[in-house]
C-alpha cells in the first residue's frame, strides 16, 4: 500500500492550494479516504473525509473553505483549499481512516509521507 501527497507550498493568506494523493496497492473505489494535519506542538486532527459513495465530513474550522473530492477511475484523492488561513498552516496527511473509528480520533491503517503547507503573507 501506498499512498503519496503533493501540491504542498507556500501561499499567502486567502490564496488557495489544492492537494493530490495517490493511492495504490488496495481497492481505492471502496474504502473511506480522509486528510489529517499536524501543526508543531500539537496532535493530529482530522481535516476531511471522504466515503466510498461520496459523502463527506468537514472538521468545523474548515467548513466552507476546503472541499475533498476524489477520482476513483485514477485512485486520487484531492483536497481544495480556499481562503487559507496562518492557522491552516500544518503539514497535511493523506490516510485511509481505520474502519469504524471515529472522526474525533485520529486512527488510520495507511499514511502518506505528508505535504507542508504553510500560509503567510
Known amino acids: 500500500v501506498q499512498l503519496v501527497e503533493s501540491g504542498g507550498g507556500l501561499v499567502q493568506p486567502g490564496g488557495s492550494l489544492r492537494l493530490s494523493c495517490a493511492a495504490s496497492g488496495f481497492t481505492f473505489s471502496s474504502i473511506t479516504m480522509a486528510w489529517a494535519r499536524q501543526v508543531p506542538g500539537k496532535g493530529l486532527e482530522w481535516v476531511s473525509g471522504?466515503?466510498?459513495?461520496?459523502?463527506?465530513y468537514y472538521t468545523d474550522s474548515v467548513k466552507g473553505r476546503f472541499t475533498i473530492s476524489r477520482d476513483n477511475a485514477k485512485n486520487m484523492v484531492y483536497l481544495q483549499m480556499d481562503s487559507l488561513k496562518p492557522e491552516d498552516t500544518a503539514v497535511y496527511y493523506c490516510?485511509?481512516?481505520?474502519?469504524?473509528?471515529?472522526?474525533?480520533?485520529?486512527?488510520?491503517?495507511?499514511w502518506g509521507q505528508g505535504t507542508q503547507v504553510t500560509v503567510s503573507s
Open positions: 490516510a485511509h481512516p481505520t474502519y469504524g473509528s471515529s472522526w474525533l480520533r485520529v486512527d488510520a491503517d495507511y
Open positions: 471522504i466515503y466510498y459513495d461520496g459523502d463527506t
